[in-house]
């Protein structure tokens, strides 16, 4: 079974920074969008960040200019930097790996990691 397995989260207060890693097996990492969702309580999950094989990003509204996405090809890992974080960042942050080819969908998912900002 895949396993993706994310670090980093913490209780931070509001201003302050943090950085997400999601270490990936390599046999699911080349190829693959690399994204960040995150789940806050009676939320729907949402994505944060993405990142293509070829580094191309994308980020939701809400985190554009304080979070970057990037991921290191030769670790097989993505990362996630938080900074200025807001009191609404709080939720369970979730590494996916995602790729679509020849009719067919991967898609896996870490167990999450927690991120609470408080005011």
């Known amino acids: 079974q895949v396993q993706l397995v994310e670090s980093g989260g913490g209780l931070v207060q509001a201003g302050d920074s943090l950085r997400l890693s999601c270490a990936t097996p390599?046999?699911?990492?080349?190829?693959?969008?690399m994204g960040w969702h995150r789940q806050a309580p009676g939320n729907q999950r949402e994505l944060v960040a993405s990142?293509?094989?070829?580094?191309?990003?994308n980020y939701a509204d809400s985190v554009k200019g304080r979070f970057t996405i990037s991921r290191d090809n030769a670790r097989n890992t993505v990362y996630l930097q938080m900074n200025s974080l807001k009191p609404e960042d709080t939720a369970v942050y979730y590494c996916?790996?995602?790729?679509?080819?020849?009719?067919?969908?991967?898609?896996?998912w870490g167990q999450g990691t927690r991120v609470t900002v408080s005011s």
């Open positions: 996916n790996a995602n790729r679509q080819t020849r009719g067919a969908t991967y898609d896996y």
């Open positions: 990142i293509t094989s070829s580094g191309s990003t």
């Open positions: 390599g046999s699911i990492f080349s190829g693959y969008v």
